[in-house]
């Protein structure tokens, strides 16, 4: 009964690096996002998928690349990492949209030098 | 668009006393509104949603919320406070019909103390 799981749990790149961060949910969720939380700024909306095959902007989509591989898994991509993007990251899925709950993974803190 | 505004950043209290936890919103549509929990090292978890009907709605640990649409608040509350509570709690809204992004507050982290 793993929900959402995100890989990997930590991260420390150096500027300009890329990498991937992946999102795996079991539930059968049509809606899966990426939010990044920084102290005092609360969860972000970086980027969302609505259904399989689709994807949208958030609040904060800048320097960020985001695929729904498939119904399951919905990846985050930044390609020249750069301080600014120093937070912990969280995905989430929903049945759909509207007044449904989101189900969080458990973060992934990522460090950018 | 909408925006949510938690108007206390840190909250202590010491257990067994009430708490209330402030939340407004804005929004030029109808919106859903939610709180959610967040436990050290962990993801967020739903605690209690409005989405329409009686304007107070129970979570199952003893916290309640009331919508208040002249106020455009959604505050958060619990009679008695147990030294497990302590966490990170914020409050969320959705567009309602059909809306996907749900917009965070900052987060209000509530310490309870023994």
């Known amino acids: 009964n793993a929900g959402v799981t995100q890989t990997p749990k930590f991260q420390v790149l150096k500027t300009g690096q890329s990498m991937t961060l992946q999102c795996a949910q079991d539930?059968?969720?049509?809606?899966m996002y990426w939010y990044r939380q920084d102290p005092g700024m609360g969860l972000r909306l970086i980027y969302y998928?609505?259904?399989?095959?689709?994807?949208d902007k958030g609040e904060v989509p800048n320097g960020y690349n985001v695929s729904r591989l498939n119904k399951r898994e919905f990846s985050l991509r930044l390609e020249s990492a750069a301080p600014s993007q120093t937070s912990v990251y969280f995905c989430a899925s929903s049945e759909g949209g509207g007044g449904r709950e989101l189900f969080f993974g458990s973060g992934t803190q990522l460090s950018v030098l | 668009a909408q925006s949510v505004t938690q108007l206390d950043s840190q909250v202590p209290v010491f257990e067994e006393a009430p708490v209330e936890l402030r939340c407004n919103y804005s929004?030029?549509?109808?919106?859903?509104l939610f709180w959610y929990v967040q436990y050290p090292n962990q993801g967020l978890q739903l605690l209690l949603k409005?989405?329409?009907?009686?304007?107070l709605v129970e979570s199952i640990n003893g916290f309640e919320a009331e919508f208040n649409k002249s106020q455009t608040s959604f505050h958060l509350r619990k009679p008695s406070v147990h030294i497990s509570d302590t966490a990170e709690y914020f409050c969320a809204v959705t567009r309602g019909a059909g809306g996907f992004k749900t917009i965070f507050g900052a987060g209000t982290r509530l310490f309870v103390k023994a």
């Open positions: 539930m059968n969720h049509n809606s």
């Open positions: 409005y989405l329409s009907g009686s304007t």
């Open positions: 998928s609505a259904s399989e095959g689709t994807t």
């Open positions: 929004s030029s549509v109808s919106v859903y």
